[in-house]
């Protein structure tokens, strides 16, 4: 079992930038790959990025250069650092726990959400 808790979420204007912490509990997380979605309003769910449980990373096409996923698995923590943000990067942001070590399963596990809002 894997509880997640998401954090650093806020209101930004365009161009700035957040960090978005998730805190992991459990013992899985050094095995389990990471994930950050998002979820805008009227809008499907959308894989942000990815890293595996070595430390590999992958991202959305919107999203490369701007964004950065790492881990500490020493803090059971998953950041995505998130800069020259865009109103179109306004969402719920949700990070999620994967049974697979390189993020080819269900990602089972996942936080409550936290609201990022760039305006512009």
């Known amino acids: ?9 806020g ?3 365009a161009g700035g930038s ?3 912490s998730c805190a ?3 013992r899985t997380f050094r095995s ?5 979605f998002r979820q805008a309003p009227g809008k499907e769910r959308e894989l942000v990025a990815v890293i595996t449980s070595g430390g590999s990373t992958n991202y959305a096409d919107s999203v490369k250069g701007r964004f950065t996923i ?8 998953v950041y995505l650092q998130m800069n020259s943000l865009k109103p179109e990067d306004t969402a719920v942001y949700f990070c999620a726990a994967n049974i ?3 993020g ?8 409550q959400g936290t609201q990022v809002t760039v305006s512009s």
């Open 1 to 9: 079992q894997v509880q997640l808790v998401e954090s650093g979420g």
């Open 11 to 13: 209101l930004v204007q």
């Open 18 to 20: 957040l960090r978005l």
């Open 24 to 26: 992991a509990s459990g």
């Open 32 to 36: 389990s790959a990471m994930g950050w």
């Open 70 to 77: 790492s881990r500490d698995n020493a803090k059971n923590t």
């Open 100 to 102: 697979n070590p390189l």
């Open 104 to 111: 080819s399963g269900e990602y089972k596990y996942w936080g």
